[in-house]
């Protein structure tokens, strides 16, 4: 009632000093009001003071988040969120749900809400995924909200955070608008075993791809079923090997994919190669956490996988081969780099206020104190600088990390040598075409003419870019 009678006197306010200033006479100035009433006609806002005006107190806002992790970190968010809903001044409610096992899972669930109309308040999405979403009009640009004066990040803030990890939001294709917001962050790493190595009389991992070729078929035995390489059906880990030659798997600009350059063709080469020695060996889509099983057991002398793996991969090897082993970067031709990815909360366009709602609990699980403890319950990295020591500190006192915590560690200085696979609309069907028509042909076939294979590939995948691209 109180908001109504607001709405009218402005109303009346505004019709009066029409006629006033139609009778020459000047009405007081009063900017707050009549900036109120224009501000509060889009939806979703477009500047940081539409976001200022807009109020939250005695609506009893409720926000849902929709992910896909499994019920312990399900439990640990809803209690993050519980805090949040005792503790926020506005009288908001946050609540958790499980949308689904994997990212593909999320992404589907959404899909279907939008199309009913119904999407949630917020989301875990992959900046493509984002993207997507944005061409269909149902994700918000987050910038005004971030720039509010009222409700937004301050300088101090947002210099904590990590730039890397903030410049992976940022989209081409929309150029200007930030479609979502990190809460955790992720690596392509490689795992290697160490007593394996010295064993092979190696005293690290390899830094150059030459050498990682060298000590994957150094360590291939056909009779004791060990090999070098076990290579698993993800994209990521193909665009980490694009990256680790130079290359690029989107132009910077975002019109086109070009991971048919040199950098593409020396990849690939690479892997084909391996393949056709004996060196790497393909682990089955079918064969579910296989990387990590052949690894635990001794099987694989190297595999490349998420960081957030970590507590996975040290519970798995203390119950297989038990050896000493660790993370590296992936090898280069010489220009560190390493494959960031993670997926980011993005909101979705619903009304002003739950809008802000769900931007408010996104500001909430980033500070400190909430990205602290994500980070140390799930091993993904937190997104704040000053939450490194207290994240570091804490897998050092747990008697499942102590032994990787300094290896976790290392993530922290890798983060400044980050590039992202790519974030525009349509990237999902383009992994699944550089699997399909690339990874896979060269895993089987090692006369298949790596160049063509990868120009053919580009060719299909520019046309998906130019299909997702915003229309004008």
């Known amino acids: 009632m109180k908001l109504q009678r607001c709405h009218v006197l402005l109303s009346l306010f505004v019709v009066a000093t029409t006629l006033l200033a139609g009778c020459g006479a000047q009405p007081a100035s009063t900017p707050s009001a009549s900036a109120a009433v224009v501000e509060s006609a889009n939806n979703p806002p477009s500047t940081a003071q539409e976001v200022d005006a807009i109020a939250l107190a005695g ?23 519980d805090e949040f809903n005792e503790t926020n001044p506005y009288g908001i409610k946050a609540t958790a749900e499980i949308a689904g ?9 959404v899909n279907a809400a939008i199309q009913a109309g119904q999407p949630p308040e917020m989301s875990l999405a992959y900046q493509n995924q984002a993207a997507y979403y944005r061409a269909q009009g149902a994700v918000i640009d987050l910038n005004p909200f971030i720039q509010s004066k009222t409700y937004g990040l301050s300088d101090a803030d947002l210099k904590d ?12 294709q929309y150029k200007g608008e930030r479609l979502g917001f ?12 160490v007593d394996w190595l010295k064993r092979l009389g190696y005293s690290g991992p390899p830094t150059d791809w030459k050498q990682f070729e060298e000590m994957a078929c150094k360590a291939t035995d056909k009779a004791t079923k060990k090999t070098g390489w076990a290579y698993q059906h993800d994209v990521s880990n193909f665009a980490a090997l694009v990256f680790g030659y130079g290359g690029r798997m989107l132009s910077e600009d975002g019109q086109s994919y070009v991971f048919n350059s040199d950098a593409g063709v020396q990849a690939t080469e690479m892997l084909q190669r391996l393949f056709a020695r004996g060196c790497a060996v393909e682990v089955p889509v079918s064969e579910a956490n296989g990387q990590e099983s052949r690894f635990a057991n001794g099987q694989a002398l190297f595999v490349m996988g998420s960081s957030s793996g970590l507590p996975f991969y040290a519970d798995a090897v203390s119950k297989g081969g038990k050896f000493k082993w660790d993370i590296a970067m992936p090898p280069t031709t010489g220009k560190p780099v390493i494959n960031l990815y993670g997926a980011s909360i993005s909101v979705y366009k619903t009304t002003p206020e739950k809008e802000l709602a769900a931007w408010l609990v996104i500001k909430f699980l980033g500070e400190k104190a909430q990205t602290t403890k994500w980070a140390s319950a799930t091993g993904y990295l937190p997104v704040r600088r000053s939450a490194e020591a207290d994240v570091i500190a804490a897998f050092k006192a747990d008697k499942q990390w102590g032994p990787v915590a300094d290896s976790y560690a290392k993530l922290f200085d890798w983060a400044q040598y980050s590039m992202i696979e790519s974030p525009v609309a349509g990237y999902d069907p383009v992994r699944a075409l550089i699997d399909t028509d690339i990874v896979s042909r060269v895993m089987t076939d090692p006369q298949v003419d790596v160049k063509q294979l990868l120009d053919d590939d580009v060719t299909k995948a520019n046309a998906i870019l130019k299909e997702n691209a915003p229309k004008q």
């Open 59 to 81: 609506k009893q806002i409720q926000v849902t988040f929709w992910h896909n992790r499994p019920q312990q970190d399900q439990d640990l968010l809803q209690s993050m969120l």
């Open 101 to 109: 096992a994997s990212y593909n899972d999320v992404y589907d669930k």
């Open 182 to 193: 990190p809460t955790q962050r992720s690596m392509d790493v490689l795992y290697y075993n």
């Open 161 to 172: 955070y990590f730039q890397a990890f903030l410049d992976s939001d940022q989209n081409p």
